[in-house]
């Protein structure tokens, strides 16, 4: 059967953004489409220009007979400032204080619309970066990690506090966490991640960065190597950093207790450039 | 700016299919594109007939006033099949077996195509179910949980092992592990699930089933009712289920250590409908 352009449209949108950074040829598309190559370029043309104009990201044309289209996934800085500030909006929500200053952001980090927002940020961010897997720590930064893959289309690997037999064998090492300084233990299935891999480490919340330093550390066991740091928020409140280069969302500047008041601000998302 | 229907189809291809499940009314495009509710209709009908064609889902149109169109994320019979197939596949390969007979399957689990796939076949098989949240327990069905709550617009709530100062208040049940009999704790921090809510449990790997019926137990604490369970793989060799009404895409039948074997079969995706 022969495709309208407009069934072809509609098709190829959903086609591409379920394969960020995926090269698709030419070819491709016209075999199924059944539609010669002149008419695919101008559907791509067509494409690119709304997705440009709606913010939903670009697309890379590489020419050539192994050529194609990539779809690189791209948040708009209006659309990320009106986001980000919504996120600040949500998370200084005095309902959210727990005993001891801590923040509850579970139901934050369990909604897909905010968590997939997130995740096309951070993507956004990390859009150039050449990156092969990201890397978190279980449990609460695995939503927003996984939201980050989908749209750099790399797998996760997940670091857990203890070692489980559906793991396999696995390297362990010890860090200090950051802001308690007690001695803390991480371990990550030895096949989970190939030597020489560049990996982009995502978590919810750094204070003084102890945890993420320990992914780090763990980089070197496995020979891969750093390709960046992203983060939901930070916290001023750290001391001593120990970690500096990281992107992140939001800044959390400030938590009374007493008063019930959190103060958040936006983190270095667009001053980190 | 006024947008011709090329650019309108893209961006609301883009439009419906980040919120699926979401009631979007003819006033909202209308508006968003300067464009006559009828040039509207038009384009939703062309869309509608491609996503039915294509495999992507339906369009379901609620007439009146207060109506407007929804994606329904479905994947055909075909696909499914094809995909299933494929999981068997990969699930069946020996390089898998790790002492004692369980199987690796992190990488799967954190693969973002092979885990948004899951989540649509799963999010098919429930599309006409209704469901506030999705349940899992922690660590490696959360993936899967939040594709499937991504392809049905709800959220995610997380059961884990121990409770955590950065979750409240929490509610703990002691369960027994259907295989290991040995007796466990699940917990749930109080606030992330509402009275009444009805909930779909996703996991990974069912056996016996223990762990799944821990989390239906859990429900009854916080008054919410069971809409459904759905597991990527199920296994064969439990001796007695504790859980019988479940959606499985792939179904462990046999681990054979010595030879290497692993022997897996389509679940009852298909016969469970």
Do not use: W
Not at 237 to 248: F, G, I, M, Q, W
């Amino acid at each position: 059967m022969k495709f309208r352009r407009s069934e072809r449209l509609i098709d190829m949108t959903h086609y591409l953004l379920e394969r960020p950074k995926e090269l698709v040829s030419l070819t491709f598309f016209s075999e199924k489409y059944e539609s010669a190559k002149s008419s695919i370029s101008e559907d791509l043309a067509i494409i690119k220009d709304t997705f440009e104009k709606q913010g939903i990201g670009s697309l890379q044309t590489i020419p050539g007979a192994s050529g194609g289209v990539k779809y690189i996934p791209r948040t708009n800085k209006e659309d990320a400032k009106k986001f980000i500030n919504e996120l600040c909006r949500l998370i200084a929500d005095s309902d959210r204080l727990l005993p001891g200053g801590y923040l509850y952001l579970t139901d934050l980090l369990g909604n897909p619309q905010i968590v997939s927002k997130v995740g096309k940020l951070l993507a956004s961010s990390f859009a150039d970066t050449d990156i092969d897997v990201i890397m978190t720590v279980a449990t609460k930064g695995i939503s927003i990690a996984h939201a980050t893959a989908a749209y750099l289309n790399v797998p996760v690997v997940i670091v857990r506090r203890d070692s489980k037999v559906t793991e396999g064998s696995t390297v362990s090492i010890n860090y200090v966490s950051g802001s308690s300084k007690r001695i803390q233990t991480m371990v990550l299935s030895k096949r989970s991640l190939n030597e020489g891999a560049k990996v982009l480490i995502v978590d919810d919340f750094m204070k003084a960065g102890g945890t993420v330093k320990g992914m780090v550390n763990l980089l070197d066991e496995f020979n891969a190597s750093l390709a960046g740091i992203a983060v939901l928020l930070e916290s001023e409140e750290a001391e001593e950093r120990l970690v500096d280069d990281y992107v992140s969302l939001v800044k959390l500047m400030d938590v009374d207790v007493k008063e019930k008041k959190i103060k958040v601000i936006e983190g270095n998302y667009f001053t980190n450039k």
